[in-house]
């Protein structure tokens, strides 16, 4: 990990890295599921939309974000899962699939991965029910965010809630109803058990990337349209900015959800050079 210094919860599944060997790398805290139990059963912990949302706002970046949605009423076959992805009825982010296969005593065991590891948005689909050993079969659908997206699913969970975080799911794969016929699959009605499991709409996520667009497009649109009535006005007051910071403050308390994201973007604005 590159870390100088390392420690490790008593209970195991945490894990803290500090000391970088370079400088700036921060300190890097790994959780497993686990681990997640562990942090719920500390005194204080309330939730994890507030737990998260306290470190975003202290600047944390999250590398990786993994959203388990489970099928325990075993109505989901994983054939029907395999034959979507296999057939390419269901609509996919990714392009590739792998089929993994092992073999023990317990029976045949099968795990369905959509997309590569090293992607920012990966899915896994296997067995839960088989792999506990349980007395019934019963799907889990793993989704891991990286990078922008993770940062993306995990601010979004905090400002939108748990629907809203588990909704991007539908952004990286959708099932969709092989008995509604339509010449553009991305039109075709997603498959009633897909919609049902995820339990929330369908939720565009919006990585840094795409802040820091929107970004850039509000302040171009400002300087091509705006600009000449904007030097009118400092001209008529004499060169008094102050009507500036009153128009803004005045704005501010309107701010929606697609403003906030704009604001958390770290890129700079193209301003022309020698502008004052």
């Given at each position: ?223 091509r349209q705006a600009a000449p009535i904007i030097a009118v006005l400092v001209e008529h007051q004499g060169r008094d900015l102050s009507w500036v910071l009153d128009l803004a403050a005045e704005g501010r308390p ?23």
């Amino acid at each position: 990990m590159r870390y100088r210094s390392s420690a490790v919860a008593l209970a195991g599944n945490v894990r803290v890295y500090w000391d970088g060997a370079v400088e700036g790398m921060g300190v890097h805290v790994q959780m497993s599921g686990e681990g997640c139990r562990l942090i719920e059963s500390q005194k204080g912990f309330a939730a994890w939309r507030e737990w998260i949302g306290f470190w975003l706002d202290h600047g944390a970046k999250v590398a990786r974000i993994d959203i388990a949605v489970d099928d325990e009423s075993g109505d989901i076959s994983f054939e029907t899962v395999h034959e979507q992805v296999k057939s390419r009825t269901a609509v996919m982010r990714a392009q590739n699939f792998t089929l993994i296969e092992s073999t023990s005593r317990k029976g045949t065991f099968q795990t369905l991965n959509v997309g590569r590891r090293s992607s920012q948005s990966f899915m896994r689909c296997y067995d839960k029910g088989m792999e506990q050993c349980q007395d019934k079969s019963w799907l889990r659908f793993e989704f891991e965010y990286k990078g922008d997206r993770a940062q993306g699913v995990a601010r979004l969970l905090v400002d939108e809630g748990w629907d809203a975080a588990v909704g991007v799911a539908r952004s990286v794969i959708e099932f969709k109803d092989p008995s509604h016929k339509t010449t553009d699959r991305t039109r075709q009605r997603p498959a009633d058990w897909w919609v049902s499991l995820i339990d929330a709409s369908k939720h565009v996520l919006r990585t840094s990337k795409d802040s820091h667009d929107s970004l850039v497009k509000a302040y171009c649109w400002l300087r091509r349209q705006a600009a000449p009535i904007i030097a009118v006005l400092v001209e008529h007051q004499g060169r008094d900015l102050s009507w500036v910071l009153d128009l803004a403050a005045e704005g501010r308390p309107k701010w929606n959800e697609r403003h906030l994201r704009m604001l958390q973007s770290s890129g700079a604005l193209p301003i022309a050079a020698g502008a004052h």
